[in-house]
T-cell receptor, first 115, second 112 residues
Framework: AQSVTQPDIHITVSEGASLELRCNYS??????LFWYVQSPGQGLQLLLKYFSGDTLVQGIKGFEAEFKRSQSSINLRKPSVHWSDAAEYLC?????????????FGAGTQVVVTP | DTEVTQTPKHLVMGMTNKKSLKCEQHMGHRAMYWYKQKAKKPPELMFVYSYEKLSINESVPSRFSPECPNSSLLNLHLHALQPEDSALYLC???????????FGPGTRLTVL
């Protein structure tokens, strides 16, 4: 069955420390991959996307992601976390064959930043 | 302009009321989406419009009625809702196949 898995429901990180969020997918072919961030009660903001090509993808707000085809994963990283990075992070997958651009979301990872 | 706007930001309604949510984008996107998001859950797709035609209805109850008056506007008409329909309703738009979706800030709906 097709699925998107974010194994970590909740992560606590100290300000200034590095952050890595995991996302695994299970699809027949390599899908389009997205990372979104959502602050409480707000809409989703796209951090980065991967379609093909270079497996290291740079995003906004200092985030980057590494795509690993062999592991069916795209993990999100930030070298030094700021207090404003506290939010919900959602991995999403889109199929190249889907005409409507539908996305399947993972369950999300809540990131808490401590002083 | 890469913005999707939604009005109102907050809405409180009774179970007998009729209200509407509005979404607007001026990016020339051909696809527009309505999502429902409950607390601490990912967004759930409700409807997809493509070229102003309803393309996907994810088995949403008829008390939710979408409408796409033109390529920039998307409405969600609400009638006889239940308290369990209380949620954040998100609108998004995209070019469609393979493109990222741009999300609005959402409407926080409370049904009393």
């Amino acid at each position: 069955a097709q699925s998107v898995t974010q194994p970590d429901i909740h992560i606590t990180v100290s300000e200034g420390a590095s952050l890595e969020l995991r996302c695994n997918y299970s699809y027949g072919a390599t899908p389009y991959l997205f990372w979104y961030v959502q602050s409480p009660g707000q809409g989703l903001q796209l951090l980065l996307k991967y379609f093909s090509g270079d497996t290291l993808v740079q995003g906004i707000k200092g985030f980057e992601a590494e795509f690993k085809r062999s592991q069916s994963s795209i993990n999100l990283r930030k070298p030094s976390v700021h207090w404003s990075d506290a939010a919900e992070y959602l991995c999403a997958v889109g199929l190249p064959t889907d005409s409507w651009g539908k996305l399947q979301f993972g369950a999300g990872t809540q990131v808490v930043v401590t002083p | 302009d890469t913005e999707v706007t939604q009005t109102p930001k907050h809405l409180v309604m009774g179970m007998t009321n009729k209200k509407s949510l509005k979404c607007e984008q001026h990016m020339g996107h051909r696809a527009m989406y309505w999502y429902k998001q409950k607390a601490k859950k990912p967004p759930e797709l409700m409807f997809v419009y493509s070229y102003e035609k309803l393309s996907i209805n994810e088995s949403v109850p008829s008390r939710f009625s979408p409408e796409c008056p033109n390529s920039s506007l998307l409405n969600l008409h609400l009638h006889a809702l239940q308290p369990e329909d209380s949620a954040l309703y998100l609108c998004a738009s995209s070019q469609g196949q393979g493109d990222e979706q741009f999300f609005g800030p959402g409407t926080r709906l409370t049904v009393l």
